[in-house]
């Protein structure tokens, strides 16, 4: 089993800039692909950005230019820098973590969420 432990959330004003963290514990080593995802009100979750072990990032659309994740495998921590922000960031951000175990057997672990709120 993983655990996942987000901080860094707060309230920025627009423009401006946050840097959250997510410190996994426990299975660490089965750990494949690390990501971000935001659920916004009103809205689903969606997908924010994603790191594998190997370092392959992909984001959404939405923060491709403004956030860059990045994975510090030895700490056991992905981060989520946040440049540019704008009022419709405004969510709770949700660390996630996938694992592999043993082959055929896929599990998804979840943080517990911190708010970022983006004031205009």
């Known amino acids: 089993q993983v655990q996942l432990v987000e901080s860094g959330g707060g309230l920025v004003q627009a423009g401006g800039s946050l840097r959250l963290s997510c410190a996994a514990s426990?299975?660490?080593?089965?750990?494949?692909?690390m990501g971000w995802y935001r659920q916004a009100p009103g809205k689903q979750r969606e997908l924010v950005a994603t790191?594998?072990?190997?370092?392959?990032?992909n984001y959404a659309d939405s923060v491709k230019g403004r956030f860059t994740i990045s994975r510090d495998n030895a700490k056991n921590t992905v981060y989520l820098q946040m440049n540019s922000l704008k009022p419709e960031d405004t969510a709770v951000y949700y660390c996630?973590?996938?694992?592999?175990?043993?082959?055929?057997?896929?599990?998804?672990?979840w943080g517990q969420g911190t708010q970022v709120t983006i004031s205009s």
């Open positions: 996630n973590a996938d694992t592999s175990p043993r082959p055929g057997l896929e599990r998804r672990y």
């Open positions: 426990g299975s660490i080593n089965s750990i494949s692909t």
């Open positions: 790191i594998t072990s190997g370092g392959i990032t």
